[in-house]
């Protein structure tokens, strides 16, 4: 059964944006922002599995088309395997796109560039399109007072251990009371929650206080828009912005280590928000004495207000984000196994395991595939590699001849009778599956063979496993015992 329109659309944004981080990479950064940063999700065909993309003109379109539709189908099959054909066609202006992409992020014009930074970017949904006839201020304007996403509220975020105190400290913020402290900066590892939670305050704060005003941006573009404003040499507007938010929000603060007059400015910034009695949030990858390459006195300003840490979520929260994102796709039913199994497995950080959710959820609607163990695995199998604890080929080894009833010795024997060399051959198949080893290096493992016979003995698994049932029951036994 195919799911209605809505479920596509929460879905769409998360895999664009996967698609996109994969084209930036196997196009390089040029082609991508000449040609492809511009496209808009326009459509997607849930019957006939077309994504349909738009750009600005027929000129691109075509162009893009003639060059980069291989790059642009591969990229969306490896987030949607099903995907049968992607379009790119000029937008209509008329047409709102499905998805507006907002300002990604720049590298700064001034102050050294760094890499960009590997996270997705973020993603705003539900914006309304910027009317034709916008001026340029009324556009910067309509871009702050849209700047949150929705889901990111306070309804959404999950609180367990690893993040109460910073959740707490966040509602209070948000309240808009009397300020026992200012700033509020949060830090923690990657993907653990913390701009959830400054958009988050920024909803909550602009809910209970409707005049007021409130801006959010990364550190980055914080970065860029000085730099900007230098180069048009009306460093004025850019300042007024900033410091007549009544809550100002700075995300990723580390990103402008090292980059001297803009932080020059960012302390300035800091200094009149907090002595005019506006609230400042910052956050950051860790904690202010673990910063470098910042100014002290941005340190120590830092660290006067409430500094309150993100810590990687354990598995009861992994448990209970998952549940609260379930709750969302009611039409998605996963089995309770299923759901122990992710919150277990998946234990990078929250957005991997949210990534995993949703692909999961998507792969199984697109090929109308009941969610259970084997197409978890199978859905999952290169994040579940490389989050699993190292399986060595020994480890292996033992359990196949645990499994058949073998000696350890058996593995590396020249012996070849079927009872022995099958049992063998799933073993090099399975060490090919779940470790990182060559080819040559799992034949050395194996009584010094050739890698010629581990690529025999994993065809010849492979073919068993379509056409021999106990075959192709013992290699899901098995491999379920490494990766559960
Ligand atoms: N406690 C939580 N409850 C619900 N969702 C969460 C929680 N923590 C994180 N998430 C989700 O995980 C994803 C990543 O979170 P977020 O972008 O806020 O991370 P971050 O800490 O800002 O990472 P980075 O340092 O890379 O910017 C978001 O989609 C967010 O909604």
Request: proline residues 5%; glycine residues 4%; hydrophobic residues 40%.
């Amino acid at each position: 059964m195919q799911p209605p329109s809505q479920d596509w659309a929460s879905l769409l944004p998360a895999a664009w944006s996967e698609a996109r981080q994969i084209l930036r990479k196997k196009c390089g950064s040029r082609t991508f922002e000449s040609w492809l940063k511009s496209l808009m999700l326009a459509d997607f065909d849930s019957q006939k599995k077309i994504i349909r993309l738009a750009c600005p003109s027929e000129f691109m379109a075509n162009w893009i088309s003639s060059h980069l539709s291989d790059e642009l189908l591969l990229a969306w099959r490896t987030v949607w395997p099903g995907i049968a054909e992607v379009k790119v066609s000029v937008r209509n202006p008329e047409s709102q796109p499905l998805l507006l992409d907002v300002t990604e992020i720049e590298l700064p014009l001034g102050d050294q560039p760094r890499p960009l930074p590997k996270k997705p970017a973020k993603k705003k949904q539900s914006v309304p399109a910027t009317p034709k006839s916008t001026s340029p201020e009324k556009k910067a304007e309509g871009e702050d007072q849209n700047q949150f996403e929705e889901r990111y509220n306070f309804d959404n975020f999950v609180v367990g251990k690893a993040n109460d105190l910073a959740y707490r400290a966040a509602c209070t913020f948000a309240e808009g009371g009397k300020l026992d402290f200012n700033p509020l900066f949060l830090y923690g590892g990657t993907g653990l929650g913390k701009t959830h939670l400054m958009h988050a305050v920024g909803i909550e704060y602009l809910k209970r206080h409707p005049n007021s005003t409130a801006l959010y941006m990364s550190a980055e573009k914080f970065m860029y828009d000085f730099v900007a404003s230098m180069r048009a040499k009306d460093t004025h507007s850019f300042k007024a912005r900033l410091r007549s938010a009544d809550l100002l929000m700075i995300d990723d603060v580390q990103f402008i280590a090292g980059k001297d007059s803009t932080q020059e400015e960012f302390f300035h910034t800091m200094n009149e928000v907090i002595t005019a009695g506006r609230r400042l949030v910052i956050s950051a990858d860790r904690s202010p004495q673990d910063l470098e390459r910042i100014e002290s006195r941005i340190l120590s300003r830092l660290s006067w207000g409430l500094v309150a840490d993100v810590n990687p979520a354990d598995f009861e929260l992994r448990l209970n984000i998952i549940l609260k994102k379930l709750e969302a796709m009611p039409q998605v039913s996963m089995p309770e196994d299923i759901v122990f199994f992710l919150a277990k497995r998946i234990c990078t950080n929250v957005r991997e395991l949210e990534g995993a959710l949703n692909r999961v959820v998507a792969y199984a609607t697109l090929s109308n595939r009941p969610i259970n163990m084997d197409f978890v695995t199978e859905t999952l199998a290169d994040l579940l590699r490389t989050t699993q604890q190292r399986v060595t080929v020994e480890d292996i080894q033992k359990r196949v001849c645990d499994h058949y009833h073998l000696k350890l010795a058996d593995m590396s024997s020249k012996r070849r009778d079927r009872v022995i060399a099958r049992p063998r051959q799933v073993a090099m198949y399975l060490s090919k599956q779940l470790t990182s080893r060559s080819l040559p290096e799992i034949g050395q493992r194996f009584g010094g063979r050739d890698h010629t016979t581990v690529i025999h003995a994993i065809r010849q698994i492979e073919k068993l496993r379509i056409t021999d049932e106990d075959v192709d029951s013992d290699v899901r036994l098995l491999m379920r015992q490494f990766e559960g």
